[in-house]
């Protein structure tokens, strides 16, 4: 997961689920004094169930890039809507993380 705003890089986070992800990106960010409110998220993997929607909403991320897919997808896009979190789906074969 990547976290930009104002047209800089804040930060980048990787792991083994998206909830390890985006808490390294958001925890790096903070440790460099970035404010997170107003920030642009982006993701290679779909996100299965809303936790990591809800801490993307918490920190103050006001729009993101995420491929689509998951079971819980609907759930996953009426979250961001209703939290009026702009976000673009990408079609799932544009996931990248071994198409799995």
Not at 57 to 75: D, E, S, Y
């Amino acid at each position: 997961v990547s976290i930009v705003k104002d047209g800089s890089l804040l930060a980048v986070g990787g792991g083994p689920s998206t909830v390890d992800a985006i808490a390294t990106a958001f925890g790096r960010a903070k440790t460099c004094g970035h404010d997170l409110v107003g920030s642009v998220f982006a993701a290679d993997a779909f996100f299965p169930f809303t936790d990591v929607p809800e801490i993307i909403a918490r920190a103050g991320c006001t729009h993101g890039i995420v491929p689509k897919g998951g079971k819980n997808f609907q759930l996953v896009e009426e979250f961001f809507a209703q939290k009026k979190i702009k976000v673009l789906f990408l079609p799932e074969e544009h996931r990248g993380f071994c198409r799995h």
